[in-house]
Each structure stands twice: as C-alpha cells, then as structure tokens.
T-cell receptor
Framework: DVKVTQSSRYLVKRTGEKVFLECVQDMDHENMFWYRQDPGLGLRLIYFSYDVKMKEKGDIPEGYSVSREKKERFSLILESASTNQTSMYLCASSSSGATNEKLFFGSGTQLSVL | AQTVTQSQPEMSVQEAETVTLSCTYDTSESDYYLFWYKQPPSRQMILVIR??????QNATENRFSVNFQKAAKSFSLKISDSQLGDAAMYFCAYRSAYNNNDMRFGAGTRLTVKP
C-alpha cells in the first residue's frame, strides 16, 4: 500500500515553541503539500513543494515555513507557535504527471498550542 | 481565485436510503477536475470519485455517483444504499487543469448514517 506518514497524530505545545511537523511519502511523488483543516473552513493550503528544495506559498503561509531536503520528506515548521495555530494539519502528495491526479493524504496531526 | 461551496454542514440518512450532498464552485476556467473526498473518523482522506470537466458523462463508482452540471457549476454527490461505513466528512474539491498544485476544498459536509 502506498503511504503518506505523518510523524505525530497528536501534539501539544506551548506558545512560543518551535514546532516541527514531519511528513514522509513512499510513492516517489514530486509534489507535496501541507494543509490546515479547521471546522467550517475546510482545507486551506499552507505551502507546497514541487521538487527538492523548491517551495511555493499557498493561501495561508504566515507564521509557517517548510523544508524539503529529500524528495520523500516535507516538513512544516512553526517558528514560534501561537494559540491561533491550534488546528489539524494534513500532509498530502501527488505525482506531477497530470492534473487529474488525486492527492494522497496522511492521517493528520492534531496540534494544540497552549 | 476559484472557490468551492458546500452549503450543507451536516446531513443524515437512514441506512439503505439515498442521500445527495451538494457542491457548487466558481471558476472562469474551462478545463478542470472535480473530486469528492471522504474523511472517516480515522482522519485518512480517501478519494471517492473524480470528474473531468470536459466529460459530459457523470462519473460513477459503485454506490457513488455525481450529478455534474457544468453550466450551473454544480457537482453533487449521490450515495445510494447508504451503509454505516459511509458516515464521514465529505469534501468537494476543485483542481485547475492549468495548475497542478492548485486544489481548492469546500468546508465539508458531515454525513451521519442512522441504523
């Protein structure tokens, strides 16, 4: 089975902490994405990457950064966590072959910032 | 920018009955793809069905089918013979044919299936 694995299912952090969310895919996909999921808002794109060391801002990049040093791994970084970053974070990947390609998702990380 | 609207935050259906989830979208593009994703309590998003905008025929996948009305920019999901395992959040999504990285999601509809 193809897999997108997020390192933590639940995470509790304090305001001001630096937080790393890790995502690994085993499908050799070029594209990787970080979404934030909030009730009533659906999924909103934070950042995506289309190649190693390449990244593009999504709709809500403020307060976040990303790192993609290896093709299979895409990290989301909260430089100084704040309570308004409490949310569900979903990682996804896809092939760059065609735009009708579906996204493969991880199981999400529920982050609470206290 | 493209937007996706799901106007039903919650829906419920009796087991074995049929339910339709609504989705509308706004775009000026002529070529795009539409998706319905299911997110069960396990949180793993699963693709239910996809539709290419250039195809007039509505997509079907077993008990799942869509009603795609391109002129009305409507993309509803019909679930027939509902099962308890269909209970989940359902997200409608739009993806541009011109930008592989631009997928837009609706706010979601929570479907409850009553035994």
């Amino acid at each position: 089975d193809v897999k997108v694995t997020q390192s933590s299912r639940y995470l509790v952090k304090r305001t001001g902490e630096k937080v790393f969310l890790e995502c690994v895919q085993d499908m050799d996909h070029e594209n990787m994405f970080w979404y934030r999921q909030d009730p009533g808002l659906g999924l909103r794109l934070i950042y995506f990457s289309y190649d190693v060391k390449m990244k593009e801002k999504g709709d809500i990049p403020e307060g976040y950064s990303v790192s993609r040093e290896k093709k299979e791994r895409f990290s989301l970084i909260l430089e100084s966590a704040s309570t308004n970053q409490t949310s569900m974070y979903l990682c996804a990947s896809s092939s760059s072959g065609a735009t009708n390609e579906k996204l493969f998702f991880g199981s999400g990380t529920q982050l609470s910032v206290l | 920018a493209q937007t996706v609207t799901q106007s039903q935050p919650e829906m419920s259906v009796q087991e074995a009955e049929t339910v339709t989830l609504s989705c509308t979208y706004d775009t000026s593009e002529s070529d795009y793809y539409l998706f319905w994703y299911k997110q069960p309590p396990s949180r793993q998003m699963i693709l239910v069905i996809r539709q290419e905008a250039y195809k007039q025929q509505n997509a079907t996948e077993n008990r799942f089918s869509v009603n795609f009305q391109k002129a009305a920019k409507s993309f509803s999901l019909k679930i027939s013979d509902s099962q308890l395992g269909d209970a989940a959040m359902y997200f409608c999504a739009y993806r541009s044919a011109y930008n592989n990285n631009d997928m837009r999601f609706g706010a979601g509809t929570r479907l409850t299936v009553k035994p």
